[in-house]
């Protein structure tokens, strides 16, 4: 269905939203590279779209789940360029970018990024997984304010 309504010339928006669910329905089924192909598609095609900071984030995660680790942290590393305002995506993406690190034996940079999220974007789902995951990279609580005389 999604495919008849892609080769069919549909309306931008709709196109869109029909290629990122696309794309979604590639990743249940465990096919990385047609969801990265999908993904860049609505991209190149698509990328003033509301929908594009998302697809620009999952390209990068379907691209980790592919087991390419080096495209996975280059289009991650797109991201706080392209959308530095997104404050919960760009901590998605630093987190993508710490586990494609790890996945090529980097992990003192994987840290780094990770260090990085948790400092900038506490707040965020993605702090909270990281610290989930890693709580020895918590920061250190804040000192006590010096009593008063």
């Known amino acids: 269905m999604l495919n008849g309504l892609l080769s069919s010339g549909a309306p931008g928006e709709i196109e869109a939203e029909a290629l990122l669910t696309l794309s979604g329905a590639y990743l249940t089924?465990?096919?990385?590279?047609?969801?990265?192909?999908?993904?860049?598609?609505?991209?190149?095609?698509?990328?003033?779209?509301?929908l594009a900071p998302e697809a620009q984030l999952q390209l990068a995660e379907a691209l980790l789940i592919g087991e390419d680790a080096?495209?996975?942290?280059?289009?991650?590393?797109?991201?706080?360029?392209?959308?530095?305002?997104?404050?919960?995506?760009?901590?998605?993406?630093?987190?993508?970018?710490?586990?494609?690190?790890?996945?090529?034996?980097?992990n003192t940079e994987a840290d780094g990024r990770l260090r990085l999220l948790l400092s900038r974007y506490p707040g965020t789902s993605a702090?909270?997984?990281?610290?989930?995951?890693?709580?020895e990279l918590a920061p250190p609580p804040a000192p006590a304010p010096a009593p008063r005389d």
């Open 127 to 135: 702090a909270t997984l990281v610290l989930r995951e890693r709580p």
């Open 70 to 106: 080096e495209g996975a942290l280059a289009e991650a590393a797109r991201f706080p360029v392209a959308f530095p305002d997104d404050a919960e995506r760009v901590a998605a993406a630093l987190r993508i970018e710490a586990r494609a690190l790890i996945s090529l034996g980097r």
């Open 29 to 50: 089924l465990n096919r990385a590279d047609d969801a990265a192909r999908t993904l860049r598609r609505l991209i190149s095609q698509h990328g003033s779209s509301p």
